[in-house]
């Protein structure tokens, strides 16, 4: 699988079984003036791959006051998109959803509020880029558990939809988190309660969307 990144997290001692994350970098924004990463991830598991989130594919005049340098999933060379069974998008923001099209046809698991949202709110997103031809939304309320030991977890604050995906690998559970923070500090000190949410679940690391490494407790209930 093309990924600019080879460090991967799995279970204690690497078992076959275990599930694997892999985080793949797909584009790179500029907001403030200051570069910012856009990860996708995916999570592969003894019953199917799982793509969360898929970034951008495309320009768009909506954003190009950010301007995107783009690594697409559809131009990566070894990315297997025919691969993924399922997507999950954490939310629907711009940078999250633009590569849902290459997936026609697949389920796209996302909180129900988060659609309704990105579908009737102006200004919250791309909406074309939600709805693009062949894109099929599985709607979702809280908790669901996507695989045995993967499971979707409704975390509001980021915006009122968002959600993470919680892997269990054998030992204290993995968090692929989106913007449920997209700083370290704010899951040191939560300030959500989708961060508190994180926090309680006593993760072993938690992958954001927009940082290159992932986040990992020093002190408090995660330590």
């Not at 990144?5 to 076959?16: L, N």
């Not at 990315?79 to 099209?101: E, K």
Request: net charge negative; charged share 25%; glycine share 10%.
């Amino acid at each position: 699988m093309g990924d600019p990144r080879t460090e991967k997290s799995e279970g204690p001692g690497g078992g076959a079984s275990a599930p694997t994350i892999t985080p793949v970098l797909v584009a790179e924004l500029l907001p403030e003036g200051q570069r910012m990463p856009v990860y996708v991830h995916v999570i592969d598991h003894p019953m199917g791959r799982v793509l969360v989130d898929t970034g951008l594919t495309q320009l768009h005049p909506a954003v190009e006051d950010m301007d995107p340098q783009l690594t697409p999933l559809s131009e990566q060379p070894d990315f297997d998109l025919a691969g993924i069974d399922v997507v999950v998008n954490t939310h629907l923001h711009f940078d999250h959803c633009g590569g849902n099209h290459l997936f026609a046809g697949k389920p796209v698991y996302v909180q129900r509020v988060e659609l309704d949202d990105a579908r009737s709110e102006d200004d919250y997103t791309i909406r074309e880029w939600v709805d693009a031809p062949g894109v099929q939304y599985v709607p979702v309320d809280g908790t669901l558990e996507l695989l045995p030991g993967v499971r979707l977890v409704a975390t509001p604050g980021h915006i009122r939809g968002s959600q993470v995906v919680v892997v269990e690998t054998g030992g204290r559970p993995v968090v692929i988190a989106g913007d449920s923070a997209v700083f370290f500090d704010e899951l040191d000190d939560p300030r959500t309660e989708g961060q508190r949410l994180i926090r309680a679940l006593e993760p072993r690391e938690v992958w954001l969307a927009h940082q290159h490494e992932p986040w990992r407790p020093s002190s408090g209930p995660g330590a």
